[in-house]
């Protein structure tokens, strides 16, 4: 395709998948991180009709980030995709924490995303096309007790990207949040950051999310999703189909993902989970008859509602991942 890419946290993880999937589909791809012999190693294994070049980057730094995009578009003439993915990641609980562990996400997750924006929003619109990806999570979507500070970067930024879409459409700018659910990453081994006193899931990130149903996304899976949301103008790139289950039930049945989640914590704290008595052939034939509008009254006496039937059974999907949670013990549905 040759299109002109900066991604940013792509020595590693996400950043470092999708700068491989574009190079191989033909792009230029500057892979930009704050490890500069990462990104230079990471670039080294990049094949395909495309090329890729290493860049050291502190996203924090907004002078940094718009010195990189201006040196890009004066040597290519133009910058067509810009991936603010750069990000850390914090779980503990909210009265573990002090205003620096707050303050160390704030500054990467938002600041980084808005830094990357300023700098090369300006510049797609005066040549009149673009598109800006910025990685969320999951966790910008649903409750994520437990990595509050980090959730609540992850809304800003889904915040900042759906209305900047809207706002950019008439400059012919396209913008995509990506929104995955626990990936196979580097993220979830990182230890809290230097000066920072350790949480209760300080080091714990992976054994966590390996628990959870499902297990954890493949981050070369993600990168073919984020590629393709590029292609088709995605609003959200939600992945994989249990973020989405997910994503639409908190959509729909807020109150019941939020118990959920409950229960889930209560785990994480040593308290036993526990399921809706609820018998659940009955709910199985009352969802299917209420999507089917094949009976005038389900067995609950209501009248068939294929709104009702669609909420029904994800009240089941649900179930059925909180049983086979029940074992594991997870987090929730980050």
């Given at each position: 395709?040759?299109?002109?890419?900066?991604?940013?946290?792509?020595?590693?993880?996400?950043?470092?998948?999708?700068?491989?999937?574009?190079?191989?589909?033909?792009?230029t791809?500057?892979?930009?991180?704050?490890?500069?012999?990462?990104?230079?190693?990471?670039?080294?294994?990049?094949?395909?009709?495309?090329s890729?070049?290493?860049?050291?980057?502190?996203?924090?730094?907004?002078?940094?980030?718009?010195?990189?995009?201006?040196?890009?578009?004066?040597?290519?003439?133009?910058?067509?995709?810009?991936?603010?993915?750069?990000?850390?990641?914090?779980?503990?609980?909210?009265?573990?924490?002090?205003?620096?562990?707050?303050?160390?996400?704030?500054d990467?997750?938002?600041?980084?995303?808005?830094?990357?924006?300023?700098?090369?929003?300006?510049?797609?619109?005066?040549?009149?096309?673009?598109?800006?990806?910025?990685?969320?999570?999951?966790?910008?979507?649903?409750?994520?007790?437990?990595?509050?500070?980090?959730?609540?970067?992850?809304?800003?930024?889904?915040?900042?990207?759906?209305?900047?879409?809207?706002?950019?459409?008439?400059?012919?700018?396209?913008?995509?949040?990506?929104c995955?659910?626990?990936?196979?990453?580097?993220?979830?081994?990182?230890?809290?950051?230097?000066?920072?006193?350790?949480?209760?899931?300080?080091?714990?990130g992976?054994?966590?999310?390996?628990?959870?149903?499902?297990?954890?996304?493949?981050?070369?899976?993600?990168?073919?999703?984020?590629?393709?949301?590029?292609?088709?103008?995605?609003?959200?790139?939600?992945?994989?189909?249990?973020?989405?289950?997910?994503?639409?039930?908190?959509?729909?049945?807020?109150?019941?993902?939020?118990?959920?989640?409950?229960?889930?914590?209560?785990?994480?704290?040593?308290?036993?989970?526990?399921?809706?008595?609820?018998?659940?052939?009955?709910?199985?034939?009352?969802?299917?008859n209420?999507?089917?509008?094949?009976?005038?009254?389900?067995?609950?006496?209501?009248?068939?509602?294929?709104?009702?039937?669609?909420?029904?059974?994800?009240?089941l999907?649900?179930?059925?991942?909180?049983?086979?949670?029940?074992?594991?013990?997870?987090?929730?549905?980050?």
């Amino acid at each position: 395709m040759n299109r002109i890419v900066i991604v940013t946290g792509g020595a590693s993880g996400i950043g470092r998948a999708l700068s491989a999937e574009m190079v191989r589909r033909g792009d230029t791809v500057i892979v930009a991180d704050i490890d500069g012999e990462g990104a230079h190693r990471a670039a080294l294994t990049m094949s395909g009709s495309g090329s890729a070049r290493a860049a050291v980057l502190d996203v924090r730094d907004a002078d940094a980030v718009l010195a990189l995009v201006t040196s890009v578009y004066d040597e290519f003439g133009r910058l067509d995709v810009m991936v603010n993915n750069a990000g850390i990641g914090l779980g503990g609980f909210a009265e573990e924490l002090s205003v620096d562990h707050w303050d160390s996400v704030i500054d990467v997750n938002i600041r980084g995303v808005v830094n990357g924006v300023v700098a090369a929003y300006p510049v797609m619109v005066r040549q009149g096309h673009g598109h800006i990806v910025n990685t969320a999570s999951l966790a910008g979507l649903v409750p994520a007790p437990g990595l509050t500070p980090y959730a609540m970067t992850k809304h800003a930024v889904v915040g900042l990207s759906t209305s900047l879409r809207v706002e950019a459409a008439g400059y012919g700018v396209k913008v995509t949040a990506v929104c995955p659910g626990f990936t196979d990453t580097a993220i979830l081994d990182t230890p809290v950051a230097p000066g920072l006193a350790p949480t209760s899931a300080s080091g714990r990130g992976r054994e966590l999310a390996s628990k959870l149903p499902g297990g954890l996304y493949d981050a070369d899976l993600l990168a073919l999703d984020i590629v393709n949301g590029i292609d088709r103008n995605r609003r959200l790139v939600i992945a994989p189909r249990s973020a989405r289950v997910a994503s639409l039930a908190n959509r729909l049945i807020p109150a019941l993902v939020e118990r959920q989640v409950r229960k889930g914590i209560g785990a994480m704290r040593g308290r036993p989970l526990k399921h809706s008595r609820q018998p659940l052939a009955n709910r199985i034939v009352s969802a299917r008859n209420c999507i089917r509008r094949t009976d005038t009254v389900g067995l609950t006496g209501e009248r068939p509602d294929r709104l009702k039937g669609v909420r029904q059974w994800l009240e089941l999907k649900m179930f059925w991942v909180d049983s086979r949670a029940a074992k594991a013990a997870p987090v929730g549905w980050i």
